[in-house]
């Protein structure tokens, strides 16, 4: 049986440290390339939307992730400019400082203070809400 | 731009009438046909989650709903035989007891007690479990 057409299906997770710092990666490639993202991408067909999520963090900051929360669910039409992604974000508090390392359609990964971030996708004042509404 | 191949799309409603009941149809093709459900169906491209989720419950059951809130994101890998279909599960309590019409891809719709329960789709467990979420 043929599927209809959706919109594509995408991941993201809020990471906090115990400093309640946020695990953010500079896109390595366009749309928004050298802009901070929270660490995520595509569903694949065949895994969990919450392996899907562990895999990205793992794949872009070295950083493994084990139990995580859902946040919400993003869907506006022009989100992203790529087309009509949505967005199902997680978030998980790590118990110790980790360092992440650069993985993956990353150019970089680093712990960034919440009042320093400004994201990529989504209109600035809800992608800092997505954050906030995770804490 | 091309976007990658993602699972399908999808969405549910658990409706609660004021008396605790939930709203289900009863499925009118395969799978799962004359099976009870509940009111959802795919995601279009172009809408969001949630406006989906209302057009949806509207189109099978004549129920319009306003606010609705996030219950969970379903993702198994086996919970539906057409193929890896991804659910977002919203909820609402109807303040008025409001007799449902049958609409579209439903052969029935109807409010139903929660101990009479037996969905399509997820293992049976599970889809209680989504509903019992949802209050």
């Not at 390392?101 to 992608?127: N, Q």
């Amino acid at each position: 049986m043929t599927l209809p057409q959706t919109p594509a299906l995408a991941t993201d997770c809020v990471v906090f440290d115990p400093l309640g710092r946020v695990l953010l990666i500079r896109r390595g490639h366009e749309p928004c390339a050298g802009k901070h993202a929270l660490p995520g991408g595509f569903v694949k067909i065949g895994e969990t939307v919450a392996s899907a999520c562990r895999r990205e963090v793992k794949e872009e900051t070295g950083i493994e992730v084990a139990k995580i929360s859902l946040v919400g669910v993003y869907s506006d039409i022009d989100r992203d400019p790529r087309g009509h992604i949505v967005s199902v974000a997680f978030m998980t508090e790590l118990t110790n400082e980790t360092p992440p390392r650069v993985g993956s359609d990353a150019r970089s990964a680093e712990w960034v203070d919440m009042g320093d971030i400004d994201l990529a996708f989504d209109p600035h004042a809800k992608a800092k809400l997505r954050i906030k509404d995770a804490r």
